[in-house]
């Protein structure tokens, strides 16, 4: 299993990032299996974000909820996360994987947002 993030980078607070995921080697579609973003901050324990069932029910964390907007393309076998209005805090390797994780995480990609 494949779990290739892509899309982080620098941007000053306020600005706007669009992370994608995409799944290789796996099932994508099941009807117990959501999809998420998590980040893991410098001396941080890996937090969750945002996921997504199979049905595009969303839940997002309360620190990012109305900014980030998760979405998925069964087609594509993606995973997107719009992070708009960001701040310093939200700095992070970024991570995707299911809900209640169950593969070996990737390496993530980095998003830095300076004050």
């Known amino acids: 299993v494949q779990l290739q993030a892509s899309g982080g980078g620098l941007v000053q607070a306020g600005g706007s990032l669009r992370l994608s995921c995409v799944v290789s080697?796996?099932?994508?579609?099941?009807?117990?299996?959501?999809w998420g973003w998590y980040r893991q901050a410098p001396g941080r324990q890996r937090e969750f974000v945002a996921g997504?069932?199979?049905?595009?029910?969303?839940d997002y964390a309360d620190s990012v909820k109305g900014r980030f907007i998760i979405s998925r393309d069964n087609a594509k076998k993606t995973v997107a996360l719009q992070m708009n209005s960001l701040k310093p805090e939200d700095t992070a390797v970024y991570y995707c994987?299911?809900?209640?994780?169950?593969?070996?995480w990737g390496q993530g990609t980095q998003v830095t947002v300076s004050s």
């Open positions: 994987n299911t809900v209640s994780p169950l593969y070996a």
């Open positions: 080697g796996t099932t994508f579609r099941s009807e117990n299996m959501g």
């Open positions: 997504i069932t199979d049905n595009t029910i969303t």
